[in-house]
């Protein structure tokens, strides 16, 4: 398996246009996370999917930003319209379910995201 | 929810130093501490991880202990080398909150040749 997948790698875009940021996760596996990360707050889960069904948005900063799973090997995260304060590299995540199972989460390689 | 503290945020070791990271966490229903690595650039991955019902767990030069009675666990490098250098993130889960994991703020670690 190649891991999760990220794509893009790098996105520049200017305040106020709409940012579509791209996870697959690793075949198999059942649940699927979002995390920004900047330098000040650390690493902060926004979003995480259970059998492709979102079970926990509260870390999603606000209205701008929204994310969805339409199959078990898909996720996208956008932002619309972007901020400079989006600025942060998106890590996207996946790992196996139930209790008998590792917790392990495998991240994404990133997307770096710069709101110019 | 969980809070996770980590402490330090900042370490500077000399190579073949030992390193400690701590980290606390809220929530008596965790049961499940991981540390992830992060060196610059990349994305964090899994060095070791400890469940409630083990005290410590080794794995080559680095350990994990853990103190449910406090709501405590911390990480031990032995015999640090430059390429330890990175940011160590822990965290807490519980199984009932699915695989949700709540991280500390990172620690960097620095070890000087």
């Known amino acids: 398996d190649a891991g999760v997948i990220q794509s893009p790698r790098h996105e520049v875009t200017e305040m106020g246009q709409e940012v579509t940021l791209r996870c697959k996760p690793i075949s198999g596996h059942d649940y699927l996370f979002w995390y920004r990360q900047t330098m000040m707050r650390g690493l902060e889960l926004l979003i995480y999917f259970n059998n492709n069904v979102p079970i926990d948005d509260s870390g999603m900063p606000e209205d701008r930003f929204s994310a969805k799973m339409p199959n078990a090997s898909f996720s996208n995260l956008k932002i619309q319209p972007s901020e400079p304060r989006d600025s942060a590299v998106y890590f996207c995540a996946s790992s196996l379910g139930g209790p008998s199972t590792s917790n392990e989460q495998f991240f994404g390689p990133g997307t770096r995201l710069t709101v110019l | 929810g969980e809070n996770v503290e980590q402490h330090p945020s900042t370490l500077s070791v000399q190579e073949g130093d030992s390193a400690v990271i701590k980290c606390t966490y809220s929530?008596?229903?965790?049961?499940?501490f991981p540390w992830y690595k992060q060196e610059l650039g990349k994305r964090p991955q899994l060095i070791i991880d400890?469940?409630?019902?083990?005290g410590e767990k080794k794995d080559q030069r680095i350990a994990v202990t853990l103190n449910k009675t406090a709501k405590h666990f911390s990480l031990h490098i032995t015999e640090t080398q430059p390429e330890d250098s990175a940011v160590y993130f822990c965290a807490a889960s519980k199984n009932n909150a699915g695989n949700m994991l709540t991280f500390g703020g990172g620690t960097r670690l620095m070890v000087k040749p």
């Open positions: 929530d008596s229903a965790s049961n499940y």
């Open positions: 400890i469940r409630s019902n083990v």
